[in-house]
C-alpha cells in the first residue's frame, strides 16, 4: 500500500498550468507541479506523537492511517513550517532514506530538529516569513504565522507559486493575527488552513475571516483529524465561509486521492 502510493504519486503527471496535491493527514501533503517537482509539507508519517501525549495526559495516539512510511517517502523538498512533532516529525526525519530527499526546508527551529536527526548540513535551507526561494518550476514564499505558545516561536506559512500556474497558500499551525492578511498581495489560488481551534490555532470562524480578506479562489481545512485530543468539525469552517467568504469555494479532500487545481 505504502509503495503504491508513493508509486502513483511519482508516476502522476500534472498538466501545465496546474497543480496536483495529495493528504496525508494534519497538515502533511505532497504538491506536485508540471515539470515534476515534488514536494512534501509537514509529513508526519509515524505515531511518535502518542508517547509526548501520554507522558502530558493526552491523547495524541493518531487515528489517520500511515499511507507512505517514512522508509518509502520520496520528494524533492521536504519542507516543514515549524517545529512541532507532527510538523517536523523525528522519527519521520529520521527514518527517511538518506538519499530520498534533495532538500529540507524549514524556519530555524525545524532546522534544528533536521540537524539532529542526521540531515547533512548541505541539504539544510532555512527559510523566513517574507522571504522567497526558487525550487525548480516554484517559488516559495514564506508568509507570516503567528506562534501558538511561546513553546515554539518560529511559525510560518508557504505560498508555492508555480510558474505560470497556481498559487497555493499552506497557514502552518497559527494563532489569528490581521498580520496574516499579507498573504493576499501573493493571490493565492487556494488557501490550506488550520481551523482546529485546538492549542490557540486559528478557530473555524477565524480562519474563514481570514479567507475573506486573502480571497482564495478556494479553501480546503486541515489540522482537524488526526489526535482524538485536537479535533474539529471541518463543516463548521464550510458554514462559516457562508457569512465570512461567501466568494470562495469550499473543498474537503480525501486521503491521498489526487486532487487537482488548474488556474
Ligand atoms: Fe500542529
Known sequence: MSRECMES???FKVDRGSVALW????MGYLIKTPAGTL???DAYLTNSCKKVGDSIGLNLDRRVPIFIEPEELEVNHFLCTHSHGDHADPETIARLRPSAVETFVGPGLACETFDQCGVEKSKVQQVYPGGKTQF???TLHG???LPTDDGELTHMGYVLAIENGPRVYISGDTDYHELLAHVRRL???MMITCMNSGFNNMSHWEAAELA???KPKVAIPCHYDMFPDNAADPQLFRAA???KAPDVRFEQLDYVKPFVFKS
Open 9 to 11: 504519486v511519482r508516476n
Open 23 to 26: 493528504w496525508l493527514g494534519q
Open 39 to 41: 514536494f512534501s509539507v
Open 136 to 138: 525548480s518550476d516554484v
Open 143 to 145: 508568509t507570516f504565522a
Open 187 to 189: 493571490e493565492p489560488d
Open 212 to 214: 475573506g480578506l486573502i
Open 241 to 243: 465561509l457562508r457569512f
